[in-house]
T-cell receptor
Framework: GQSLEQPSEVTAVEGAIVQINCTYQTSGFYGLSWYQQHDGGAPTFLSYNALDGLEETGRFSSFLSRSDSYGYLLLQELQMKDSASYFCAVRDSSYKLIFGSGTRLLVRP | DAGVTQSPTHLIKTRGQQVTLRCSPKSGHDTVSWYQQALGQGPQFIFQYYEEEERQRGNFPDRFSGHQFPNYSSELNVNALLLGDSALYLC????????????????FGAGSRLTVL
């Protein structure tokens, strides 16, 4: 079967750093993606990792370890606008994108 | 450049009725995927259309069907609605060539929120 596990909720203070973990089990693996969704909004693409290591895009970084079936999204210099749900997603052998259940991030002043 | 547009944004139906949701993909995209998102959950894959054919299907019953038109727009139809079909239905578009070669970057619409009473 296919499953992605991520924490349901994370709380952090403005200006801090937060890490959202994701472990996955899929039939075939063609990369790990991260999406952000604000309440009432559409999911938007943040990052993609096909190979092991760290990918950095501004304040956001994403890491992948294929041998551990594990990845994380790192958000630095947290801002209030970062309060949203974050989803990891895996592209499987049939090219469809399978999403985790999401992590709700609450940034406090 | 318009992104993905979906209609209607909200609708209310009763059990047993049928509903049609519509989606126009982002300009230049040729593939449309539909997802169902229950409150507090991640998007669940329903099916994907390319070249007017259903390419992939998730674990959804035959009550869920779709169509893609020559202009790449798409419809999602749900028959015999159940209370459990209440959810946000998201349409996402992408470029198949990009999907096959690397990141399957989806551009999502804001969704159609369906309430079944």
């Amino acid at each position: 079967g296919q499953s992605l596990e991520q924490p349901s909720e994370v709380t952090a203070v403005e200006g801090a750093i937060v890490q959202i973990n994701c472990t996955y089990q899929t039939s075939g693996f063609y990369g790990l993606s991260w999406y952000q969704q604000h309440d009432g909004g559409a999911p938007t693409f943040l990052s993609y990792n096909a190979l092991d290591g760290l990918e950095e895009t501004g304040r956001f970084s994403s890491f992948l370890s294929r041998s551990d079936s594990y990845g994380y999204l790192l958000l630095q210099e947290l801002q209030m606008k970062d309060s949203a749900s974050y989803f990891c997603a895996v592209r499987d052998s049939s090219y469809k994108l399978i999403f985790g259940s999401g992590t709700r991030l609450l940034v406090r002043p | 450049d318009a992104g993905v547009t979906q209609s209607p944004t909200h609708l209310i139906k009763t059990r047993g009725q049928q509903v049609t949701l519509r989606c126009s993909p982002k300009s230049g995209h040729d593939t449309v995927s539909w997802y169902q998102q229950a409150l507090g959950q991640g998007p669940q894959f329903i099916f994907q259309y390319y070249e007017e054919e259903e390419r992939q299907r998730g674990n959804f019953p035959d009550r869920f069907s779709g169509h893609q038109f020559p202009n790449y727009s798409s419809e999602l139809n749900v028959n015999a609605l159940l209370l459990g079909d209440s959810a946000l239905y998201l349409c996402a578009s992408s470029l198949l060539g990009q999907s096959l070669s690397g990141a399957n970057v989806l551009t999502f619409g804001a969704g159609s929120r369906l309430t079944v009473l």
